[in-house]
Nanobody, 126 residues
Framework: QVQLVESGGGLVQAGGSLRLSCAAS????????MGWFRQAPGKEREFVAA????????YYAGSVKGRFTISRDNAKKTVYLQMNSLKPEDTAVYYC???????????????????WGQGTQVTVSS
């Protein structure tokens, strides 16, 4: 069982930056691909970014590409999401998730993730 705990959310003005962190309890963290998803009120949870176990490949939603960067530190069992040039439409609860699969088809889809964190709120004011 992998436990994931997100942190780093908050309130920021448009154009600002935040860095989210997700710490994992699992000793074999490096075996898992990690993803970030978000869910705005009244909307479905959507893919934001994902990174494979070795960090040699990452994937982004078109709406965040060029503004957000996903990274991981396997020694610290932590995955990060650096968010720059934030927009009001980025406002959502952000979740990190883990799965043992690979490939963009699996890593960008919520249904393939086995473990989820509790989420952290990001609010971007205009």
């Amino acid at each position: 069982q992998v436990q994931l705990v997100e942190s780093g959310g908050g309130l920021v003005q448009a154009g600002g930056s935040l860095r989210l962190s997700c710490a994992a309890s699992e000793r074999s963290f490096s075996n898992y691909a990690m993803g970030w998803f978000r869910q705005a009120p009244g909307k479905e949870r959507e893919f934001v970014a994902a990174i494979i176990w070795s960090a040699s490949s990452s994937y982004y939603a078109g709406s965040v590409k060029g503004r957000f960067t996903i990274s991981r530190d396997n020694a610290k069992k932590t995955v990060y999401l650096q968010m720059n040039s934030l927009k009001p439409e980025d406002t959502a609860v952000y979740y990190c998730a883990a799965q043992s699969g690979y490939g963009p088809g699996r890593l960008t889809a919520t249904r393939y993730y086995d473990y989820w964190g509790q989420g952290t709120q990001v609010t971007v004011s205009s």
